[in-house]
């Protein structure tokens, strides 16, 4: 008889935890994680190099070629070139864009 009633015990209070672990309320969700647009952080492409082609000729005077997107880098290439190779007048380079 003993055993009956315990197992009728265990059952009744496995079926109460099993019924009152269900019918609690979840607590409302919060959104904690949510997902917020920073207008501080901007995308840029990358910039493409400036290229150089170097030339010597058969009078040994250095001539080149640029290429690239911005013209102050472009400038400012060129005049280091023709710091670097020579006086102003004696090396000639060609801009393109």
Known sequence: MMNKAMKLCYLLLTLSLLLLSCSRVAPPATDSFSQ??????????????????LRRNSSGAYTWALKGEDVGEIIAIDQRLREYVGDGKAAKGRVKQ
């Open 36 to 53: 917020s647009k920073n207008k501080e952080i901007v995308q840029l492409a990358p910039r493409k190099p400036t290229r150089v082609t």
